[in-house]
Structures are given as structure tokens and as C-alpha cells.
């Protein structure tokens, strides 16, 4: 299982970050936290990195034109998912007034408003995300909204290490899922027989994520080190 | 966090017991303080390195717990609870050590014990199910169980039903100044006793006040103290009218004193209470099984002992008052039949004993108690006689069957010839078993190590109890014996989502609670007990026993009480459950109706018996 190419990604990561200065006016104090910490050494087992797992529920797949309707997350500490750490968020409305965010999450727009501005929210995961992993299930729109996000509000690009649990599992399949079948997160967990949960709860998934990822590392790695490098390389989009 | 948060946990712990007492709100806070983790088949749980106490619950998968020499101590499955016994229990030396590894991939959810009694304090008897030892566990699940049905009578506070119309004396009072007071008080009868605090410490009744003093011409110028009971049976007010029916059927007492927790008194219980209110009159069964004029009268009582045996349970009556009633009941109706058996067949021509063995010996019935029984004859008897005694036996037997008392299927009955014997001839069985104890006697001496009078010539009775007790007691190459027969049969530790060993009738798949569970420990008990020489027969008085004579610690006997409460409680709800259903009431429980907590209970148990298994193995040498 020998995916280190030439250029180590988190190398690459690192230089970027070391290039940015972290005090900046203006700039979200999450942010100049994720910028003051170094990245990990492609070598480090992932069990021993801290990881934030998380997932947006958005009012469609255009990063541009759509919006994020809420975000949650949860932290991973030494295989151990933590969710005193868990957080949900509900983003207030702007003036959307389609009904698809209703019609998929269930979310009402009283409910809407009584949540968190765009701006909080993301202040607030970026305070989750210095120092951590990112996973991601399909990190393809999250990686989108948050890029999107930082380029409106003329914010750096991060040096953020994403992992995505469905690009690993298309990176390794089990013998089983050759063929090609359904990648969606609730199909792999039946997988792995993990138990049904709630979809299209953006918490609820992130929770999901984290135990497939906790399974992925035991199916792939069993009792040996799970180095981060190879991770990233088969989250590449 | 928002209440809608952790749909997936809150809604995983909902139904298990014992959060399903727990509201939403209170989950959503269990849910918040847990952590998830998951184990792959063959990997270990790392002990904590924090110093914090964990409950571990397994949302999907499997795991076995070892101890440190290998051997299994259990196997846990889905909605298993596990994680009591790696935390230090204070009032127990060292916290007993496992290992926990998973045997197929486990995706466990894990809660600090503190951070759970923290979010479930306003919850006690949540709190308490959650205790840290098994016994107290067990104990505080015996306790949740009440009847939602209308309770009548018996079941309210027994506060609500005495006779508040109460003489009270002092120890000086002169005995005429005390019969003068009751007289004038209306309604009652009989006086209490109390000291300067109030404390009841005495009682005498027109009964007493005939016995004692009238018939004795004592002094009626003397003191009351004198004269006085002193010996006291008493309930709180608190408790249900049917543990004072409890008593009055265990000691035949009709005046039972309420008092309250600072011990003063309130009230009075009598039978006539009891009756005027409520029309079961259970505790009037014995009475008319004493005055019954034939076997079919016996016969039509039998519904009302099915009535009571429901009563005491829905009212969550210990399941010792439970035994001691129904043992009660059981000789009642032995002791009429041999009544009948006489007046049927003529004066018996020699001195007997009707002796009760096996359970019903050791006060240890229940509803599906099949005979276990004999006849002891003086050594006079002529063969003429013994024919005499086997169609004395045949009726008796055959009453007791139409009582529902099945007939035993191993024979061990007085109508088999073998077990309607002359004193010598039985003096000579015991002799037999207790000097060479091989297997076929094994089993004989199983079920008559345990024998108790009846009916008939106590004197008779004595003199074979004498010799079976100099036989067997402190036998050593008896207890070994007795020792690898208890071994055979083990609790079966290797449970795994179904708690299945054996199957019925109906090749249905069920768990045999009297061989998994309570056979083992009368069996252990029994070994403990003829060891430290101690001649009572009923396996809970064994084990109190055992702790008075320091032959086994304080912890050993709790957990041992703990498991034994525990199993005959679960045998006696399992019966009654299948009364209400109109199936016989066996000891075939069925693990489908179990939940994950009683599964755990049970598992619990059946650890701690395994426990004592090796135990003994260790100190009497199997």
C-alpha cells in the first residue's frame, strides 16, 4: 500500500502555512489559531491525531448561488469519539425564501431565524479546526462552501488537511464493493454493519462519519500504525 | 446544545432498561457525557489510564470478558451493559480484574460513572439500579416491581387499615390497672408496652392475660414487664397490610403492633382488620384447609392458594415470605390429608413420621413444587402394618397431586415402598450414603439430605434426624462427594444474545432458572453448611448462619443473599406471569422476554454463582 509519491502533500500543506503571516487585522482568531499551529509529520498514525469529523447540510450543491443551512461537528481524540465536543448549528436564512431547505433537513424557517449568522458560525469552526484532522464524508462540498466562504470575506486560503471516508473507500475497497455500488454514507455504514442513524441531520453525520472512519482504520490498518500521509493521499479529490 | 441534538444516542438508550425511566431531557444529557468507540474483532479495551470510572454499553457487536487466567467470565452483546466490575467497589477488597476483548467488530458507547450519577441524581432508583455491585443491583431491581393493577386491600400501607384505637401502659403499670384500661378502651385487645421514649418495648393480650396470669394466679399487683410479651413482631406503617399477613401466617400471631420509624407505636393489626375489608380472606386458607372434610374440599382450595401466591408477588413481597408462606400452606395440606388418610383407613397401628424432603424441607416451595416426601415407621412395624402405611401413603400422595403438588417423577415419594421404612432400615440408608458416597446413592441422598417432620410422632422423627445428622455432618469424604455432584452442573456463563441451554417441550428454546441458578447454590450452601456444622435447613437461614459463624466474609454473603434473592424472585415472577397467561408455572423462563438489563442481572448471577463454584472447588477439594 505504497502511496507516497514525490511530493508529500503535508509538506506542501506546511509550506503554505508558514508563508501566512497569522496576525492580520481583521482576521478571525480560529483562523490565526489554525495558521500558529504546524501541521503533523505524514508519518503520524492517525489514532494519535486529534480530528474534528463534520458536515454542512446545504440549500443546494452551487457554492456560489447556495447556502449552508446548518454545520455540525464532533471531535475524534485518540480513537475515541468525544461528544461533549459535538456541536450543531443552524444558519439563519438571508432572504431564501425556496423551500428545498425545509424539504430536505426538515428545517423550518422560524427555526432559521432563530439561528446563528454565516459569519458566527464559521468563526466558530474555525476555532474547532486549528490543531486537527478534518474528515469528511464526500468532502467535495464541504471543501467548496468553506472556500467559497473565506475567498467573499477576502480570507487566505487555509492549510486545512482534509480526509474523506468516501475516498478512501473507493481508494481500498473491500473485496465486497468491487463493481462499483452506492458510496453514500448510510450504504458504506450497512457495510460495515454499523448501526442505521439519522440522515440529512448534519450532527448526525458527522457522528456517522466518524465511527465508518474508526472502522475504515481497523479494516485497513488492523493492529498496525495508520500513517496520516497515505490518508491524505487517497482523500485526493 | 439544542434538544433535538444526538437524535441517534438519545433514541438507542430509550428503551433500555434502566434509562427507559429516564425522560428525554435527562437522556439528552446522558448522551452529551458519552463517548463512542469502536473495537475491531480480536482487539482489547485499553483500560483507562485516566483514573475514571467507565460503564461501557454495546450499541452493535460483541465482546467476551476474561479473567486473568483465561477462563470466561461472560460474553455480552448488543445493549449489553458492562464496566460494574472493573470499578473499585469500596466494601470490597481488590475490584476483580477482566479483560474485555471483542469477538466480532463493536461499536460501543462509553459513560464516566460519575458524569452519569451527576445527570441522574434527581433519579434515585435509577441511580440505584445503576449501583456499583451486583447484589445491590439485583436487590434495587426486586424493589422497582409493582403491580400498575388495583391493589385492594393488602397492598396499601398497613397504616391505613390498623386500629387506631390503642391501649398504651408502662412497664410498671400493675397487670389489673392494665386489664382495667383495655377493657375501657373499646375494641381491643391487647396492651403495649412503652418505655419513657416511647419506644415500644412489650405487649399483652386478653389471651395472654388468661394464660399468664389467670391460670398461673399471678400477682395482678405486679408489674405489667412481669407478664408481658416481649418478643415482638412489628410492621411499619408504611408497609403493605400483606407483610403483616406475612407474619401472621409465619409465627400464628393475630395481633400484630404498626409502628413508625422512631419505633413508637400507632396502631394495632388484627385478622378481623384484615377480613372486615376485604374479602380474599387469605389468610384464613390455612384455617380451612385444617377443617376441610375430604380431599375434593382440599381440592377446591386450591384456587384460593393460587390467589394468594399472586397476591404476594404483585404486592413485591420478599420471596422469602413468598417460600415460608407457601411451605406453610404445603404442610397445611399435608398434614389434613394425613387427618383423612386416618379417618378413611382406621387408627394407624404403630408410631410414624410423615417427613417432607428435598425443598418443601427446606420451607423452599413454589407454585410448580412437585412431592418429595416419605413415611418413617417405629421399628415395631410388622409387614401387616407397612400395608397399612403404603395405602395411608397412596392417599396422601394421591390428595396431593389433586391439590396440584405433581407426583415426583424420580419416585421420591412415601407411596414407593423403598421410602416407607422402619427407623433401622432408614438409619441404615443414611449410613450407606453417608460412608460411601457413590453416584447412585449421591442422588438418593440429594433429595432426602434434607428432611423435615410433618405429621405423626415428632419423638419418632428426632431419632432418625439425630443419626442422619451425626452421619453426614463434617463427613469429609461426604462433602467431597457432594462437592464434584454440585460441580456438574455449571451456570451457563456462555451466553451470548440468547441466555439459551435447553430446550422444552415444544422444542422451544429456554432457560432452566432452577438448574442454572438455584440448584448450584443450594447445593454450595448445603456443602458451606454441613461443613461449618450447622443444622438448619433453609439455604437463606444457611447462609446468615455462615456469616454468624465467620465462615464466610461479609462480601461473599451479601453477593451470595444478592444472587440468591434474586433467582427465586425471578423464578416466582416468571410463575406468576405465566398464571396471568394461562401457561403452567415451571422453571422454564424464556429469554425473548427478558430486557438487555435483566439479561445482565442474570448474567451478573450466574458469574457470582460460578464464582462460589470455584470457590469451594479451592476450599473443600473437588
Not at chain 1, 38 to 61: H, K, M
Not at chain 2, 348 to 369: D, I, K, Q, T, Y
Request: aromatic share 8%; with cysteine.
Amino acid at each position: 500500500m505504497n502511496w507516497f509519491t514525490a511530493k508529500d502533500p503535508l509538506k506542501k500543506l506546511e509550506q503554505q502555512r508558514q508563508a501566512l503571516d497569522p496576525v492580520q487585522a481583521g482576521w478571525p482568531e480560529g483562523i490565526q489559531a489554525i495558521l500558529r499551529t504546524p501541521l503533523p509529520s505524514a508519518e503520524t498514525d492517525i489514532r494519535q491525531l486529534p480530528l474534528l469529523v463534520f458536515d454542512f447540510e446545504t440549500s443546494g450543491l452551487n457554492a456560489e448561488r447556495d447556502r449552508i443551512v446548518s454545520m455540525g461537528w464532533v471531535e475524534v481524540h485518540q480513537g475515541i469519539i468525544a461528544l461533549e465536543s459535538a456541536r450543531h448549528l443552524l444558519l439563519q436564512a438571508s432572504t431564501d425564501t425556496d423551500g428545498s431547505a425545509v424539504a430536505l433537513h426538515h428545517i423550518v424557517p422560524e427555526m432559521q431565524q432563530h439561528g446563528v449568522s454565516e459569519a458566527a458560525a464559521f468563526d466558530k469552526l474555525w476555532s474547532a479546526m486549528a490543531g486537527k484532522v478534518l474528515v469528511v464524508h464526500g468532502a467535495v462540498m464541504e471543501r467548496e462552501f468553506t472556500r467559497q466562504y473565506l475567498r467573499r470575506n477576502a480570507l487566505p486560503e487555509l492549510p486545512l488537511v482534509w480526509l474523506d471516508t468516501l475516498k478512501i473507500e473507493q481508494a481500498f475497497p473491500a473485496a465486497s464493493e468491487r463493481g462499483a455500488v452506492s458510496w453514500r454514507l448510510s450504504d458504506l455504514r450497512r457495510r460495515y454493519r454499523l448501526p442505521e442513524y439519522p440522515a440529512h441531520h448534519a450532527l448526525s453525520d458527522a457522528i456517522a462519519t466518524a465511527e465508518l472512519l474508526l472502522a475504515q482504520r481497523f479494516r485497513l490498518f488492523r493492529q498496525q500504525p495508520a500513517p496520516l500521509g497515505e490518508w491524505v493521499k487517497a482523500s485526493r479529490p | 446544545m439544542t434538544e433535538e441534538l444526538l437524535p441517534n444516542i438519545v433514541a438507542f438508550l430509550q428503551p433500555i432498561k434502566p434509562f427507559n425511566q429516564l425522560p428525554v431531557p435527562v437522556l439528552h444529557r446522558v448522551a452529551e457525557q458519552m463517548a463512542i468507540l469502536y473495537l475491531g474483532q480480536g482487539e482489547t479495551l485499553d483500560k483507562p489510564t485516566d483514573g475514571t470510572g467507565y460503564l461501557y454499553i454495546i450499541r452493535t457487536g460483541a465482546i467476551e470478558q476474561r479473567h486473568p487466567d483465561g477462563s470466561l467470565r461472560a460474553r455480552l452483546g448488543d445493549e449489553d451493559i458492562f464496566g460494574f466490575g472493573l470499578l473499585h467497589e469500596s466494601w470490597q477488597q481488590p475490584a476483580p480484574d477482566y479483560s474485555v476483548q471483542a469477538i466480532d467488530n463493536t461499536l460501543i458507547y462509553r459513560i464516566g460513572y460519575q458524569a452519569l450519577l451527576d445527570a441522574i441524581a434527581d433519579y434515585p432508583e435509577v441511580v440505584s439500579q445503576l449501583a456499583l455491585s451486583a447484589w445491590s443491583r439485583m436487590e434495587s431491581s426486586l424493589n422497582v416491581r409493582w403491580s400498575d393493577q388495583e391493589k385492594g386491600l393488602f397492598f396499601r400501607p398497613v397504616g391505613d387499615v390498623a386500629n387506631r384505637n390503642i391501649a398504651v401502659v408502662t412497664p410498671q403499670t400493675p397487670i389489673q390497672e392494665v386489664a382495667r384500661i383495655m377493657r375501657d378502651q373499646v375494641r381491643t385487645s391487647c396492651a403495649f408496652v412503652v418505655d419513657e421514649n416511647r419506644t415500644l418495648i412489650g405487649m399483652m393480650t386478653d389471651k395472654d392475660m388468661t394464660k399468664r396470669v389467670v391460670a398461673r394466679g399471678h400477682d395482678i399487683r405486679q408489674p405489667i414487664a412481669s407478664v408481658m410479651t416481649d418478643q415482638l413482631h412489628t410492621v411499619y406503617q408504611d408497609e403493605l397490610a400483606i407483610r403483616a399477613t406475612g407474619l401472621m401466617m409465619q409465627y400464628n400471631i393475630q395481633n400484630i403492633p404498626v409502628i413508625d420509624r422512631q419505633h413508637h407505636v400507632v396502631g394495632l393489626v388484627t385478622p378481623q382488620q384484615l377480613v372486615q375489608k376485604n374479602s380474599v380472606q387469605a389468610i384464613f386458607l390455612i384455617d380451612q384447609i385444617s377443617r376441610a372434610h375430604s380431599s375434593a374440599e382440599l381440592q377446591a382450595l386450591t384456587p384460593t392458594r393460587q390467589a394468594i401466591f399472586e397476591a404476594l408477588v404483585d404486592g413485591n413481597v420478599s420471596p422469602t415470605v413468598i417460600a415460608q408462606v407457601l411451605t406453610m400452606i404445603y404442610d397445611a395440606f399435608t398434614r389434613r390429608l394425613t387427618e383423612l388418610a386416618i379417618s378413611y383407613l382406621g387408627e394407624p397401628p404403630c408410631a410414624w413420621s410423615w417427613m417432607a424432603a428435598g425443598s418443601h424441607a427446606r420451607g423452599e416451595v413454589h407454585l410448580s413444587s412437585d412431592q418429595d416426601n416419605a413415611l418413617l415407621l417405629d421399628d415395631g412395624a410388622t409387614d401387616s402394618d407397612r400395608h397399612y402405611f403404603n395405602h395411608f401413603a397412596m392417599y396422601v400422595c394421591k390428595g396431593l397431586a389433586d391439590c396440584g403438588y405433581t407426583l415426583c417423577s424420580g419416585r421420591f415419594m412415601a407411596v414407593t415402598p423403598t421410602w416407607c421404612q422402619r427407623l433401622t432400615v432408614w438409619q441404615n440408608y443414611y449410613r450407606k450414603w453417608a460412608t460411601n458416597p457413590e453416584y447412585e446413592w449421591l442422588l438418593n441422598l440429594n433429595v432426602f439430605i434434607e428432611i423435615r417432620h410433618v405429621a405423626g410422632d415428632g419423638g419418632l422423627f428426632r431419632q432418625l434426624d439425630d443419626y442422619r445428622h451425626q452421619q453426614i455432618s463434617r463427613n469429609v469424604k461426604l462433602l467431597a462427594a457432594l462437592l464434584r455432584n454440585a460441580l456438574r452442573v455449571r451456570p451457563p456463563l456462555g451466553i451470548f444474545h440468547k441466555l439459551v441451554l435447553e430446550k422444552d417441550g415444544d422444542n422451544k428454546k429456554v432457560l432452566n432458572i432452577k438448574r442454572a441458578a438455584i440448584h448450584c447454590l443450594v447445593d454450595l450452601v448445603r456443602i458451606y453448611a454441613l461443613h461449618a456444622d450447622i443444622e438448619t435447613l433453609n439455604t437463606e437461614d444457611r447462609i446468615l448462619q455462615l456469616e454468624d459463624r465467620q465462615a464466610l466474609n461479609e462480601a461473599s454473603v451479601q453477593d451470595m443473599l444478592g444472587t440468591w434473592r434474586y433467582a427465586t424472585q425471578l423464578r416466582y415472577l416468571h410463575q406468576r406471569l405465566a398464571l396471568s397467561r394461562g401457561e403452567p408455572p415451571d422453571n422454564m423462563l424464556d429469554p425473548a422476554r427478558f430486557g438487555s438489563f435483566e439479561r445482565q442481572h442474570l448474567k451478573d448471577a450466574f458469574s457470582i454463582v460460578s464464582g462460589f463454584q470455584e470457590a469451594a472447588k479451592m476450599k473443600f477439594g473437588g
